[in-house]
């Protein structure tokens, strides 16, 4: 089963918010309006930031609003920056793996991986609005 983490679910509903919002948005409230947690959010934001998703400004007047413009923010990033590279076995995440002499399915993963970074990557956070 493919699992989407709690890093990701947060980063895209902060996201799609701010898309829809166009506007500076305060983390603190945002996250309170929301029931969510607001130090979890504050780290899922840094690294949305860093990975130049998001910008920010300081102050009373301030707030976080996106870096770039919604149809230019595809979903496999989003998930890439908070998450990593897509790896639905433990041997696409470069760790040892037992079974490697005699696994049957490895072929599948790795297409399954292509066809899903190719869908991700073709969605944009503009889709989600």
């Known amino acids: 089963m493919l699992k989407i983490s ?3 679910d947060l980063g895209l509903l902060l996201l799609v918010d701010l898309a829809r919002s166009n506007e500076l948005v305060g983390l603190k409230e945002w ?3 929301r029931g969510l947690p607001y130090r979890y959010l504050s780290k899922v934001a840094v690294r949305l930031k860093k990975a130049g998703l998001l ?3 300081e102050g009373r007047e301030g707030g976080y609003r996106l870096g770039k413009t919604a149809k230019r923010i595809k979903i496999g ?3 890439e920056v908070l998450e990593g590279p897509i790896a639905p076995v ?16 490895k072929g599948l993963m790795v297409k399954l991986t292509e066809v899903v970074e ?3 990557g073709e969605v944009s956070l503009e889709d989600l609005c």
Do not use: F, N, P, T
């Open 6 to 8: 709690r890093e990701v």
């Open 31 to 33: 996250a309170e309006k």
């Open 55 to 57: 910008k920010s400004k």
């Open 77 to 79: 990033e989003v998930i």
């Open 90 to 105: 433990s041997c696409m995440r470069g760790m040892k793996c037992a079974c490697s002499d005699y696994c049957g399915h």
């Open 118 to 120: 190719k869908q991700l």
